[in-house]
């Protein structure tokens, strides 16, 4: 396959570019560095410096003729979002349009697009499904919701298949610690320093921690899947991404602690506004569509994070 990433030299991008490259796809990344690095791409790829807003996307995406589009280049903290709702619009949204026009310019057959878990907001039940009403409470996850509405309206009309892959939390080696889903991130790096982790709140919030090789193998699952992934109907094209599990942020602390060898204390701060109480996906849909389930449990996939954020310490 041919396959152009954007996002490619990010957190879950870079892991996804290395599973593609081994797997003998040919990869383009389309990144601007604003929150990736260089050290992340891999050799054998090609890496264009571009911003998804800017004039010259489509150009490059003529060039690079991809058989699929993978979209993870995003505006991705909800903080930012919070305090700048119309950037994070601009890059969520009309960038996820130019992507699309883009990559029917391209004649694309696939796109994938990073969507949240964040577009459904405080959930009314739980397990969260597809059909789950989307009302999100941060502007972070309006931008997201707003831009599976371009694809739909751009890619239907054209004959583009297309699938928006709402992640949970995800985690593992090389992400940062700001940003969504940061959290084990930032325990990691304050328990590796020897500062004091602090716990938003009680607690007792739970989220549905998934481990960053199992999103990767989703994308490169959804990617190679011979169907249709943009099924009909409002949320035909969504698939949660997701364990199915909720972990209490406690838990998750606690798993730390003991992968991290951390002997320090773990503090409670205020609760972060915006926050859900409860978050659990269930991932059935991408199970029974593309076949694709998670396989790493949280104590293998913290074990795995937890020795890369020691080794560069
Ligand atoms: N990490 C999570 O827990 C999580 C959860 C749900 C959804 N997502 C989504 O997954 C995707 C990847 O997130 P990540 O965690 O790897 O974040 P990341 O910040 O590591 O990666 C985003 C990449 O996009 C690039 N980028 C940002 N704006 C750009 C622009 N205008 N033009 C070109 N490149 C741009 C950045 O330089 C970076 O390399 C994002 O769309 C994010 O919203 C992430």
Known sequence: MRVVVTGGAGFIGSGLVYALVSGGSEVTIIDDLSTGSMDNVHPSAGFRRLDVT??????????????????????????????DPEFDRRVNVEGTRAVAEAAVAARAGRVLFASSAAVYGDPAEL?????????????????????????????????????????????????????????????????????????????????????????????????????????????????????????SVNMLAETMRVAMRFGGTIEHGDPRSGDVEESVLSPAKAASVFGWHAVVDLPTGIGGTAAWFLQRR
């Not at 993870?72 to 919070?82: D, G, H, I, P």
């Not at 298949?161 to 939390?169: E, G, H, K, S």
């Not at 938003?200 to 090789?213: K, P, Y």
């Open 54 to 83: 800017g004039p010259d996307l489509k150009d490059a995406l003529i060039g690079a003729a991809p058989d699929v589009v993978v979209h993870l280049a995003a505006q991705v903290s909800v903080t930012v979002s919070l305090e």
């Open 127 to 247: 397990p969260l499904t597809e059909e789950s009403p989307t009302a999100p409470v941060v502007p972070y996850g309006r931008s997201k919701l707003e831009a599976e509405g371009v694809l739909s309206e751009v890619l239907r009309p054209a004959g583009v298949d297309f699938a928006c892959l709402r992640f949970a939390n995800v985690y593992g080696p090389r992400q940062k610690a700001e940003g969504e889903g940061g959290v084990v991130a930032q325990f990691a790096s304050r328990m590796s320093s020897g500062g004091t982790p602090v716990i938003n709140g009680t607690g007792r919030q739970t989220r549905d921690f998934i481990f960053v090789a199992d999103v990767v193998n989703a994308c490169v699952q959804a990617a190679e899947f011979e169907g249709v992934l943009a099924l009909p109907g409002a949320s035909g094209p969504a698939y949660n991404v997701s364990t199915g599990t909720p972990t």
